[in-house]
């Protein structure tokens, strides 16, 4: 693979002739809307292909997964365009696999989503993805679920071979993160107890393979309270099989202070869940949080 960066005079056409690929093979790999207006400094992205196939009538995913001794879903990763697609046209070119460079190892990726999000953009994105999480689960302070609507969502990712994670959050009725429904959470065990047993049930009614726990802006003071939640939550998922992640603020030190940080304690929380999920999204926001206090 390369990564080309667009110059002054440049063209689709001298760009795939300098690495000697089609201009059809980087308008599908670069998703290119207006292939003809290319600006400078945009990155194109060079993918060579090793293997191919040409689409001939009554070819299935399936059946061409099949004839090459792949998966369904590494097809759909090298062709995201099949995802919204009515069926297969003879003709058409369904890249098998593209030539290896150097690889880098196993990844375990993760995607949030929300109940409203484009499903064409879902099919495409699900092929690449390890875990969807689906954003969000509230909660009441004596421990009651207040569920999405992510049954649909569910479905697909399933259709995808992709485990959907349940995201927990504790969001006010304005949908900001509420750091006193934590608290009233972290101190309130029957609360709590009954909200894990609210989970289980939940998991195994839907399909969920797992948590994943959001809770940001916690109260310094709350630290070792967020983390004996989080040991609990552990507990309780562990032993009916099913996983527990957390999102965490993406600190620079572990003096690092502000209320988005100083409760995310990364040693001890890491050794408790079974994958952590630093946020440095954050850094991106153009807008501040609403959170009371």
Known sequence: MDIHVVQPGETLGSIANQYGVT???LITDNELPNPDNLVVGQSIVVLYTEVTHTVVA??????????????PTQIL???????????????????I?????????????NGYAYPFIDRTVLRKTLP?????????????????????DDEELIQIADDFEVAS?????????????SNELAHAMFVNTAGQNQLIQNILTTLGE???????????FVLPEDKDLFINFIRNMKNALEPAGYILTVALAPKTSGEQVGLLYQAHDYPTIGGIADLVLLMTYEWGYTFAHTCYR
Do not use: C, H
């Not at 696999?97 to 990726?109: M, V």
């Not at 690449?128 to 999405?148: A, D, K, R, V």
């Open 206 to 216: 839907k399909g969920y393979r797992g948590v994943d726990i959001d809770f940001e």
């Open 165 to 177: 994670l349940m995201v927990l959050a504790p969001m006010d009725a304005k949908g900001a993160f």
């Open 97 to 109: 696999r593209f030539r290896k460079d150097e690889n880098l190892g196993n990844l375990i990726i």
């Open 23 to 25: 201009q059809d093979r």
């Open 77 to 95: 990763q090298n062709n995201p365009w099949i995802s919204e697609a009515e069926g297969l046209v003879p003709g058409q070119l369904v890249v």
């Open 58 to 71: 009554g070819d299935t995913l399936y059946g061409i997964a099949n004839a090459y001794d792949v998966t």
């Open 128 to 148: 690449f993805l390890t875990y969807l999480s689906i954003f969000n689960y509230g909660f009441t302070p004596e421990g009651e679920l207040i569920p999405p």
